[in-house]
């Protein structure tokens, strides 16, 4: 299948680009970095690559376009493309971290599915891959708005399959816990990278091919089948307890 992987120039979705390339599909990684696009173009044979920001709406219809054109109709597309900036309670936070969440998150993620969606139906063929987070579902201090992004991911999901139902176009929310080995806290501590080590430290976290693999799954379902959502975190975290703040 012809496969776009958004955010493919790091963490979870270089590692998906890969695992998809092995599994034989036709991959399209891109992401804003052009070296590092160059790079994984150059180890790995067959490989696609493609210039995309996500939030930019012109560079989602040449990314988009260009696809069409060198590969043919794009059968799957993963919403990979995302980040959180800072960790600071909401009287606090940075208004510009808060609104590039929004605008690579949210937007991003709603102009690439926009864009892919009129060919799956009219092929009445696709799969719209998100990922969205247990941030989206259980909050954490200083995880306000990048917690929202992902609670929306989850909900645009779900209610495009309502658009969808009785159409094999697929949509899945895929939601992880603590993810290691990526830039992801690099990113959000802005690359005080002692900082985001400790996050992980004495913790064995989901790894990038982890969720690689959970993708891979989902397209080795039978057409119709739909998981709506996936929620995944490792062993070494759980999901309460709720805090209770005493005098
Ligand atoms: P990384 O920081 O390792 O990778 C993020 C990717 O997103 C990079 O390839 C980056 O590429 C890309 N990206 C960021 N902004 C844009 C943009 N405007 N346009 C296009 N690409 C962009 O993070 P992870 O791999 O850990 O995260 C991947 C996804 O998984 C994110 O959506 C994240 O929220 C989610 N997630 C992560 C978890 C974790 O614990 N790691 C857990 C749950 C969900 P470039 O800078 O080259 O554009
Ligand atoms: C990434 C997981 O818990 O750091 O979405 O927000 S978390």
């Known amino acids: ?15 998906i680009a890969k695992y998809l390339l092995q599994a034989g599909h036709t991959v399209i990684a891109t992401g804003r ?19 995309l920001d996500v939030s930019d709406r012109a560079s989602v219809a040449a990314t988009f376009d260009w696809a069409e054109q060198t590969v043919g109709p794009i059968d799957v597309l993963v919403n990979n493309a995302g980040l959180a900036l800072g960790l600071e309670p909401g009287d606090r936070a940075d208004l510009d971290d808060w609104e590039t969440m929004i605008d690579t998150n949210v937007k991003g993620l709603v102009y690439c599915t926009r864009r892919a969606l009129p060919g799956m139906v ?33 909900q645009f999901s779900v209610g495009l ?14 939601e992880p816990g603590l993810g290691g080995g990526t ?8 690359g005080d990278d002692a900082k985001a080590a400790k996050v992980y430290e004495g913790t064995q976290p989901l790894q990038a091919e982890d969720i690689a ?9 039978p ?9 995944l975190m490792p062993t070494c975290q759980a999901p309460g ?5 005493r005098n």
């Open 1 to 15: 299948m012809n496969i776009l992987v958004t955010g493919a120039t790091a963490g979870f979705g270089e590692a």
């Open 183 to 190: 830039e992801f806290s690099n990113t959000r501590f802005k």
């Open 213 to 221: 693999a959970t993708v891979g799954w989902l397209l080795s379902l």
């Open 223 to 231: 057409e119709h089948v739909n998981v709506n959502a996936i929620e």
């Open 241 to 245: 307890p709720l805090v209770v703040v």
């Open 122 to 154: 009219e092929r009445n063929h696709g799969w719209v891959i998100n990922l969205g987070s247990t941030a989206g579902t259980y909050p954490y201090p200083g995880g306000n708005v990048y917690g929202a992004t992902k609670a929306f991911v989850h």
């Open 161 to 174: 399959r309502s658009d969808l139902a009785g159409k094999n176009v697929h949509v899945a929310s895929i």
């Open 33 to 51: 970095r052009a070296d590092r696009l160059d790079a994984l173009a150059t180890q790995h044979k067959g490989l696609h690559t493609h210039v």
